[in-house]
């Protein structure tokens, strides 16, 4: 999730950057760690902007698989420096760390050697599931600004949504909240929402994507079956998909009324309505919301057993 963020976040850089020249700052000072931590230092001309990333992993395996996914995307992406099993030395030079490993590893992470100094005044950002910001306020300093983020894998290309949290006591100032909009909306919809949704949202949108895609590739499966070619049933599912889901985002129409507008009386629409309702697709799919919740809050959370 950590190099879909950031492959996100170099790519808005590099577009503003071409439409916007003056507003992008090669020299300037921040810093990301991805996919174990993700840090930004702020700009000279404006702290709130992004211009140097360091990406944490603890594996040589991992940190060259990063190279080359951050290589491959050219400009910005190449400027990425990725680091193995060098944490603390990454986080002292940031002013901004996104936490993107295991749940179980927050712990671990944050109170490894001299981690809570080089934390100390600095915005920490976890999009880890399960992992409340009082348990991490625990394992830091008093100082360090927690907020949780819950994003989803179409950051990527900049098609993602994230939801980000905050306590009402939070000493979260004016500029992280800047700051955390420039990450998050440049990659996608970005939404504050109270922590109390938070293990909802990490099953609808954070596992999203995974559940949206078993019913894309079903569809593209049935027109197999009916003899259309594997890519083709493929592209007119995903693009289906899409056209309905911006019609809900863009022109606000509710599903219900999609679904009547293309349900022709006797036609067949309806004739598939009606087998997926037989199969309960509507309380399977919001049972595996459901479920994918009550999962989400035992993440990171000590075993019962
Ligand atoms: N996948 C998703 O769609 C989403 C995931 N999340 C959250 O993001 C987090 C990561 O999930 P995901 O990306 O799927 O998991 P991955 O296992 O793919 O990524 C975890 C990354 O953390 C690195 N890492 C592990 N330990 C350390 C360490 N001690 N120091 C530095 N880096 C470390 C790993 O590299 P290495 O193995 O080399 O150490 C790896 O690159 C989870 O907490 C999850 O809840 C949130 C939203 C969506
Ligand atoms: O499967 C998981 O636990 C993570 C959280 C949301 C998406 N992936």
Do not use: Y
């Amino acid at each position: 999730m950590g190099i879909a963020i950031l492959s996100g976040v170099v790519a808005s850089l590099e577009s503003q950057s071409s439409t916007h020249p003056k507003h992008f700052f090669p020299n300037a000072k921040w810093e990301s760690h991805t996919p174990g931590t993700s840090t930004p230092v702020e700009s000279p001309d404006d702290p709130s902007l992004p211009s140097r990333f360091l990406a944490c992993v603890t594996r040589e395996d991992s940190a060259k698989k990063l190279r080359v996914t951050f290589g491959a995307l050219g400009g910005l992406g190449g400027t990425v420096e990725v680091l193995t099993g060098r944490n603390l030395e990454a986080v002292k030079q940031a002013d901004v760390v996104i936490l993107c490993c295991k749940p179980q590893q927050a712990h671990p992470i944050l109170n490894s050697d001299g981690m809570q100094d080089a934390l100390a005044d600095k915005l920490l950002i976890s999009i880890l599931a399960g992992v409340t910001i009082s348990q991490m306020r625990g394992w830091v300093l008093p100082s360090t600004r927690v907020v949780r983020a819950m994003p989803n894998t179409p950051c990527k290309i900049r098609e993602g949504m994230t939801v980000v949290s905050l306590l009402p006591d939070s000493a979260v100032a004016e500029l992280d909240r800047i700051i955390i909009l420039n990450i998050f909306s440049s990659i996608g919809r970005c939404r504050f929402l109270d922590e109390k949704h938070f293990d909802a949202c990490t099953a609808l949108s954070g596992s999203g994507p995974a559940f949206a895609c078993i019913f894309l590739e079903a569809m593209a499966d049935g027109g197999v079956m009916m003899g259309l070619p594997r890519a083709e049933a493929l592209e007119l599912a995903a693009q289906t998909l899409q056209g309905a889901a911006r019609m809900t985002l863009q022109a606000g129409a509710h599903p219900a009324q999609i679904k009547d507008t293309v349900t022709t009386p006797g036609g067949c629409t309806i004739a598939g309505l009606l087998a997926l309702e037989d199969g309960r697709v509507r309380s399977t799919i919001a049972r595996a919301i459901q479920i994918a919740t009550e999962r989400a809050s035992e993440l990171g959370q000590p075993s019962k057993k």
